[in-house]
């Protein structure tokens, strides 16, 4: 069958993409702007992908059109599609009817975290020779694809709140029907979508409600929003994960499933974790990945593993081999005069967690580079919670779109530290240039390609760390 695949550029589905070449399937995509990681996968596999507005990119006559979320009616694609009367579908639809009947499906869903946990989810079952298939809204650092069909029935989901598609407005998730449900954490995001948080609370218990009777749901036991979720109705088996906060016993905080840090970070960089089972040490986790956030993660991940047969200790030593997925805290650069790092975040919560860990583990002074990019911070949702979330950056500089809703440089004036405004990525990266010194980290935040701005300081700094800064 020959698949065309509108919006081939995004990572769900990119992945989709991946999984339809490995079953046989002839694939073809467009899209508008590629970007890293997923323009690479794709050029890797060597797939035609053309201009989303290219009128000849049906001309090979397509068996089947799979349509992304990103599209919508009014664009020259879909209405080719639909004037043509074309077979078409959405993207977790086609995976829900190809890919995932009799499959064990663990889904991982949250604000934050769904691509790191996923990853780890996935490694931990690789690991102990399960060879699950999957599909993560990234590139997975123990995996050289973001998706695959895999060759056992356990199948690793990042189980996405976002809509299906322009004529399917349920959440991703629905379609999936997991046997192992993460609810990991949940926040007001995507309102282009979802006009409050309780709209994707709701989004959410539709997805408890696909879960089986037989099925079991981890949730996080510290999150409030999930807490709303759960008071709705439930029909499987409950567990919750926590970490345990400091100075607190496990009496305090009941936890099928709790983490506690039981060693301070040394000179390497290492802590040790303890993972706590209904209430007794399973086993200790030698754990060098920074971030409180990336703790739970993994706390998720081996709570999730362990319903699909795979021991604490057996996840633990997978975790102990885990690469985090490409531009999630990715070092690009590691040097004694300078660090420089790629990251995802775009919420404020994410940005404050990967701030603060950046700042924990390095000291010294931060430069925080970030392009107010998703929907939520062009329509200017979040911009009250910013001030607060780049309280650990000693040095703020944003590239400010020309269709944000908001001035940047008046809703910052209040961060607590000093603030450069851009209209244009060159001017960006000279002032950035000319501000670090040795010993500061840098770290860039986008969850678009944010003009090549990572990859280009990349090289610019080699050169000045190959004179010597």
């Known amino acids: 069958m020959h698949l065309h695949i509108l ?30 990681p997923m323009s690479i996968q794709l050029q890797q596999l060597g797939i035609d992908v ?14 089947q059109v799979v349509i992304g979320n990103a599209l919508s009616r009014g664009q020259t694609a879909v209405e080719y599609v639909l004037n043509q009367r074309l077979d078409y579908l959405s993207g977790p639809e086609w995976l829900a009817r190809n890919v995932l009947p009799g499959r064990w499906v663990l889904a991982v869903a949250g604000t934050h975290g769904k691509t790191t946990t996923s990853s780890m989810l996935a490694w931990i079952l690789e690991h102990a020779g399960l060879q699950p298939g999957f599909l993560i809204g990234g590139i997975p650092g123990n995996f050289p694809c973001s998706a695959r069909l895999g060759h056992s029935p356990f199948f690793v989901i990042e189980a996405d709140e976002y809509d299906t598609a322009f004529f399917d407005k349920r959440s991703k998730f629905v379609h999936y029907c997991p046997q192992t449900a993460v609810l990991h954490n949940l926040e007001y995001d995507h309102a282009d979508i979802f006009d409050n948080v309780e709209a994707i609370i709701r989004q959410f218990h539709h997805l408890v409600r696909t879960v089986p009777g037989k099925g079991r749901i981890l949730v996080n036991g510290q999150d409030r929003n999930i807490a709303k979720v759960l008071t709705q109705g439930y029909w499987s088996e409950l567990q919750n994960y926590a970490v345990l906060p400091a100075g607190k016993s496990l009496a305090e905080q009941p936890a099928d499933w709790c983490l506690r840090h ?23 986790l030698d754990w060098s ?107 703020l500089f944003v590239l400010e779109p020309p269709t944000l809703d908001w001035n940047v440089e008046s809703t910052l004036q209040r961060v607590p530290n000093s603030l450069h405004v851009f209209q244009s990525p060159e001017q960006l990266l000279h002032r950035v240039l000319a501000e670090i010194q040795s010993g500061d980290t840098v770290c860039c935040l986008s969850n678009g390609g944010f003009s090549g701005i ?11 760390v190959l004179d010597g800064m």
């Open 262 to 284: 039981s060693s301070a970070v040394d000179e390497t960089l290492h802590e040790v974790l303890a993972v706590y089972y209904q209430q007794h040490c399973e086993v200790s």
């Open 7 to 36: 919006g081939i550029g995004g990572t769900f589905m990119a992945g989709i993409a991946a999984i339809a070449r490995e079953l046989g399937h002839k694939v073809t995509g467009s899209d508008h702007v590629l970007y890293p």
């Open 289 to 395: 990945i920074p971030g409180q956030h990336n703790a739970m993660n993994a706390l998720a991940a081996v709570a999730a593993a362990y319903h699909a047969g795979v021991s604490t200790g057996r996840a633990v030593k997978a975790l102990q081999q885990f690469v985090l997925p490409k531009r999630r805290l990715e070092l690009l650069l590691k040097h004694p005069d300078v660090h420089l790092y790629d990251d995802f975040a775009h919420h404020p919560t994410a940005i404050k967690y990967t701030l603060a860990c950046l700042k924990k583990r390095h000291g010294g002074r931060l430069l925080a580079l970030f392009e107010p990019r998703s929907n939520s911070m062009r329509m200017g949702v979040h911009r009250e919670q910013l001030t607060e979330a780049f309280n650990a950056a000693d040095r």
């Open 50 to 63: 053309r201009d989303l507005d290219d009128s000849g990119q049906f001309f090979d006559h397509p068996d």
């Open 454 to 464: 990572p990859g280009r300081l990349l090289a610019l700094l080699e050169n000045r």
